[in-house]
């Protein structure tokens, strides 16, 4: 595979960070996954977008225009073939001499990384098929969760909770609410109402969810952006979750109790076909 790191494409085994890297000792940095289906970039503009946001509220700069950054991440899906799979990128505030709590100075070059994954069948995987099941944990991340960082333990550990215990998945919940999926954001359906918990600090805004939450309202279905609960999604008609990766993907269990029929319900799989045949 080959990769990009700060100017150069190498091969992933010759490419180098240095170990004062932030982003290595820090978590000092920010990514971004923008999925490729049928060697098409889904919705880069919305990646890069969010990108800048992140950067911005980190106090960085982007590290080249979005143009050159789209470039970039074509460039990569051609060298390696990818067809479906992904692109991911990371911006990290780079490598000062030394570590050090406080920034270094400005003009102080940033690590630009980029790999792509292949994934054959991205679009068409069993858990769109047969629906995901998910247990609920605490959420115990920093408040700044609508900063994509690379500060990813938490989710692991929620992830790796819900392996524990048999499931696919966590919903991360906070003073009652579900905040979001580890690496995806929640919905639930109810009496043909979409719920979403708002955007705000306390959760990512998905640029899946955007996108869906707009398919969702040009096809006069109701979406009510607020916070639910556990016990509202068990008694939900429908649960789904969106991001980059999954899509729209069905889910049907929550804490061990069925959502609706046990099956994939019809909105999250309106809301999917809709959302590839958009992407596609
Ligand atoms: N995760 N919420 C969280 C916490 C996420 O990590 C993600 C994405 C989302 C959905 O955002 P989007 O629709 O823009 O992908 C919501 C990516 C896919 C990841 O970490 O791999």
Redo the contacts with the bound molecule.
């Keep these: 595979r080959i990769v990009y790191v700060n100017g150069d494409f190498v091969p992933e085994e010759e490419a180098r960070i240095s170990v004062f890297d932030r982003g290595f000792l820090m978590s000092d940095g920010i990514y971004e996954?923008t999925s490729v289906l049928g060697g098409k970039l889904v919705d880069f503009p919305g990646h890069a977008a969010r990108l800048e946001r992140s950067l911005n509220e980190i106090a960085m700069p982007m590290p080249m225009e979005a143009e050159a950054l789209l470039d970039l991440h074509r460039d990569l899906v051609a060298r390696n073939g990818i067809e479906d799979g992904l692109v991911y990128l990371q911006v990290t505030r780079g490598n000062p001499q030394d570590r050090d709590f406080a920034f270094p100075p400005e003009g102080t070059p940033q690590s630009v990384v980029l790999f792509t994954q292949s994934k054959p069948g991205l679009a068409d995987g069993a858990a769109a098929r047969d629906g995901i099941s998910v247990i609920s944990v605490p959420d115990i991340r920093w408040g700044r969760?609508d900063i994509k960082t690379v500060q990813l333990l938490a989710?692991s550990m929620a992830k790796m909770a819900a392996k524990a215990a048999g499931a696919d998945d966590a919903w991360m919940v906070e003073d009652g609410a579900v905040t979001?999926?580890s690496?995806?954001?929640a919905y639930i359906v109810k009496d043909g109402r979409i719920v979403t918990r708002q955007l705000g600090s306390e959760?990512?805004a998905?640029?899946?969810?955007a996108a869906v939450l707009r398919f969702a309202r040009e096809a006069q279905m109701t979406v009510e952006e607020r916070a639910f609960t556990i016990e509202e999604a068990q008694e939900a008609d429908e649960a789904f979750i969106?991001?980059?990766?999954s899509f729209v993907t069905p889910v049907v269990q929550v804490d061990g109790a069925t959502v609706g029929s046990g099956q994939p319900g019809p909105v999250a799989r309106r809301l999917r076909e809709i959302y590839l045949e958009e992407s596609r």
């Design positions: 996954v969760r989710p979001e999926g690496s995806n954001n959760i990512l998905g640029i899946t969810r969106t991001s980059a990766t």
